[in-house]
Every structure is written in structure tokens, then in C-alpha cells.
């Protein structure tokens, strides 16, 4: 294929061309200490504003089983709705990198499941890597021989909800840190493109951060990571429950809707809306058609003999 073929991202809506995040692009701006900003998105609209905001990669994460589709965890979700809101995403993303989550079930069989569960992103959804959660290295492996790159996920890892006893912050024994940094390095090693750390002690985060040679995006794992990702619904306020800690609310989509809603409703109860210019109106020539008939007059000798 011609060099000059390569799906890039082409030009914005202000025709300045834009250059597509990729893996290596991700690479190099951990080399460069450039910060990289991911956030989760599930459908076109929300894939769309955070990709022209610049965010450089965008997860559907299976945490759209809880903020999209009302579970109580992520472990429902299965890999056809993941496929459909990652299809919905890509339509939507130019620049960013699109990674989708390999849901609960997906990959925790046999390697050979797990890769063909992670070419359907690729080949039916387009993304562009896969993320997976835990320590399996032999996967990571293996889908990086497949040419399909890996975003591994460590520490708080939701999917292991009932092993860890609830969503608890990770790696606070010298033990578990140790194992948490040789996991680390075991991804780093099989070939995962880039590492997030989730719901780790700030100064944990911190040392796998200056150890390993790729990226760490964190979340709930303190500044010192090379980038940071959030739920996006958690950042909007869209999500009905108080946050975590580690979550800032950088605006109120839901008082916003939920005052835009109850709006529409009582302008609807009151005939305010629509006003008569949102209406669309006959021609002038073809209004008389409207006109009520008039009556027949009834003539004056049917009205004497009755
Ligand atoms: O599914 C998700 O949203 C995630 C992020 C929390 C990293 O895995």
C-alpha cells in the first residue's frame, strides 16, 4: 500500500491538517515528556466533541456496562455491545487513538479465544488496539504477533470485582507492589504498547512510571503517570452516584439536561412550544383550500312547505 494511502486523520473542519495518534505516537510523547489526555467515550456525539477537543486516545471501556446500559458492574457487557459502540465511536474519531476494552469473558479462556475475540475489534469495530485487564503476558504476546496493539490494565482491575472484595485501592504492601511492578514489566515486556494503572498509591504509580519504557496512563493513580484517563461520564456528572475520589467533575452535563428536559416539558404543557415561526406554513395560494365551505342557503319554497 502506498505510503500516502495511510488512514490519517486528513483535515479539521478549519482545514488544518491533523496527525493521527498512533501506538508509536504514544511512544514518543512518554519520550518526550508529553502528558497524554485519554478519556472513555461510547457513541458518535460524545466520540466526536472529545475527539475535536484534542484528546489523544479514546477507550470504549466495558464501563459502559454501568455509565451506558445501567449494570451494576462491568462484568455483563458482552463482546456484540462492545463491538457496536466501538463501531459508533470510530465513525466519530479522526485523530485519536481508538482502543477498545475486551469485555469480562472475552479473553479469559484459552489464548487462541482471546485472539479471536480481539481480531473482531480490530477487523469488524476498527479499532486500533485492544485493552485488556491483569497480568497475561502470554496473551499480550500473542496479539502482538497478530500485528494488534495492547493496552494492559493493572492494579484496581473492575472485572476482578469479586476476587478483590469490591473496587479497592491496590499495591499498599511491599509484597503486592513488587508484584505489581514485575506484572508491569512482564506487559511492558510481551509487547503492550501502553500500561493503565488503576486505583495504585501515588508513589507506586510513580515508580512504575520511571521504570518502565512505556507509557502509564493512570486513574485513581495519582500525577505522576504519563497520562490520565477518565470515565467520561464520571468527569460530566452523568453518572448518579457520588464519585470516587480520584474523579474531578470538570462540568455538570447532568444539571444541564435535566434543566434543558424540564424545560421542553413545561414550554409542551403550556402551547409555548412550537412558537409559530418553529412552524412550518401553507402558501398563500393554497390556504383557501382550509377555508370552511359555506352552508347551502336552503331555498325559500322547501322552507314554507315543511
Ligand atoms: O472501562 C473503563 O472505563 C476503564 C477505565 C477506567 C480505564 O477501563
Do not use: W
Request: neutral net charge; aromatic residues 4%.
Amino acid at each position: 500500500m502506498s505510503l500516502t494511502n495511510f488512514p490519517g486523520g486528513g483535515v479539521s473542519s478549519t482545514n488544518a491538517p491533523i496527525t493521527k495518534v498512533t501506538m508509536p505516537a504514544l511512544a514518543e510523547m512518554k519520550r518526550q515528556g508529553k502528558l497524554i489526555a485519554a478519556l472513555t467515550a461510547y457513541d458518535y456525539a460524545t466520540s466526536r466533541l472529545v475527539d475535536e477537543a484534542g484528546i489523544d486516545l479514546i477507550l470504549v471501556g466495558d464501563s459502559l456496562a454501568m455509565v451506558v446500559l445501567g449494570h451494576d458492574n462491568t462484568l455483563a457487557v458482552t463482546v456484540d455491545e462492545m463491538l457496536h459502540h466501538t463501531r459508533a465511536v470510530r465513525r466519530a474519531v479522526r485523530r485519536a487513538l481508538v482502543v477498545a476494552d475486551m469485555p469480562f469473558g472475552s479473553y479469559h479462556g484459552t489464548v487462541a479465544e482471546g485472539l479471536a475475540n480481539a481480531v473482531r475489534f480490530v477487523k469488524e469495530a476498527g479499532a486500533e488496539a485492544v485493552k485488556i485487564e491483569g497480568p497475561r503476558a502470554e496473551l499480550v504476546r500473542a496479539l502482538t504477533e497478530a500485528e494488534i496493539s495492547v493496552v494492559g490494565h493493572l492494579g484496581l482491575t473492575p472485572q476482578s470485582v469479586h476476587r478483590m472484595g469490591g473496587y479497592r485501592v491496590q499495591a499498599r504492601t511491599a509484597e503486592t507492589v513488587k508484584k505489581l511492578k514485575a506484572d508491569a514489566h512482564a506487559l511492558a515486556e510481551a509487547g503492550a504498547g501502553a500500561l493503565v494503572l488503576e486505583g495504585v498509591p501515588r508513589e507506586v504509580a510513580a515508580a512504575i512510571t520511571a521504570e518502565l519504557p512505556i507509557p502509564t496512563i493512570g486513574i485513581g493513580a495519582g500525577p505522576d503517570c504519563d497520562g490520565q484517563i477518565l470515565v467520561f461520564h464520571d468527569m460530566m456528572n452523568l453518572t448518579f452516584a457520588p464519585p470516587a475520589k480520584f474523579v474531578r467533575r470538570y462540568g455538570d452535563a447532568g444539571a444541564l439536561m435535566r434543566a434543558a428536559v424540564e424545560h421542553y416539558r413545561e414550554d409542551v404543557e403550556r402551547r409555548a412550544f412550537p412558537s409559530d415561526d418553529e412552524s412550518y406554513h401553507l402558501p398563500e395560494a393554497a390556504r383557501s383550500t382550509l377555508q370552511p365551505k359555506p352552508e347551502p342557503v336552503p331555498k325559500l319554497h322547501t322552507l314554507r312547505k315543511a
